[in-house]
């Protein structure tokens, strides 16, 4: 496999929804201990459905070109669907990872559980 799928490098070349959503409904941040990779997403949502993604990345090249796929994909997902989110279907979603890049499909899914979970938490209740 080439070190970089078409699309992370498109994604991180030419990164789509760069940035924090000011008033999001929902947000999530993780990070890798070990190699520092740090996602963090906002989102909006309407009808119970994301319609808005945007990211803050911090890290490799795969680390970032996920992020900036995820928030492209994930738009008109509900929260049961982030929760099915698993590392399979992100490393098929972008391209393919290395295996040194598995940890972007890893860091992806914790991101999009985390999201899951804060949408699911009633505004207020923190």
């Known amino acids: 496999m080439a070190r970089f799928s078409d699309e992370i ?18 947000d999530a941040s993780v990070a890798d201990p070990v190699c520092g990779d740090q996602v963090h997403l906002t989102v909006r949502v309407g009808d119970g459905r994301i319609c808005e993604a945007r ?35 992100v490393t098929q979603r972008v391209g393919g990872l290395a295996p040194g890049q598995s940890h972007c499909a890893r860091l992806a899914v914790e991101v999009l559980h985390a999201l899951a979970d804060d949408l699911r938490t009633p505004q207020g209740s923190e």
């Open 9 to 26: 490098i498109e994604h991180f070349t030419h990164p789509k929804n760069v940035g924090e959503l000011p008033e999001p409904d929902a």
């Open 55 to 89: 990211f803050l990345a911090h890290g490799c090249a795969a680390a970032l070109g996920t992020a900036s796929i995820v928030t492209a994909w994930i738009v008109g997902m509900g929260p049961e669907d982030l929760a099915r989110v698993d590392e399979a279907t």
